[in-house]
Nanobody, 123 residues
Framework: QVRLVESGGGLVQAGGSLRRSCAAS????????MGWFRQTPGKEREFVAG????????YYADSVKGRFTISRDNARNTVFLQMNSLNPEDTAVYYC????????????????WGQGTQVSVSS
């Protein structure tokens, strides 16, 4: 059983930056592809970014490409999401997720989820 614990959310002004972290325990971290998702009230959870188990491959939603960067440190069992040039449309609860195999963009293919943390961007 993999446990994911997130940190690093909060409130930031438009144009600012935040760095999210997600620490994993209970499994072999390097076996898992990792993803970041976000959700706003009344909407479905959407894919934001993903990274392969080795870290060699990264994938982004068009809405965050060029502003967000996903990375991982397999020695520390942690995945990161650096969010730059934030705008109010980025306000959401952000979740990290893990699955064996390749990165996919669909939520139902991820077996393990973090608790979710609010990111709020003020205009």
């Amino acid at each position: 059983q993999v446990r994911l614990v997130e940190s690093g959310g909060g409130l930031v002004q438009a144009g600012g930056s935040l760095r999210r972290s997600c620490a994993a325990s209970g499994g072999t971290f390097s076996d898992y592809a990792m993803g970041w998702f976000r959700q706003t009230p009344g909407k479905e959870r959407e894919f934001v970014a993903g990274i392969s188990s080795s870290g060699a491959g990264t994938y982004y939603a068009d809405s965050v490409k060029g502003r967000f960067t996903i990375s991982r440190d397999n020695a520390r069992n942690t995945v990161f999401l650096q969010m730059n040039s934030l705008n109010p449309e980025d306000t959401a609860v952000y979740y990290c997720a893990a699955r064996r195999g390749i990165v996919v963009v669909t939520t139902w293919n991820y077996n393990y989820w973090g608790q979710g943390t609010q990111v709020s961007v003020s205009s």
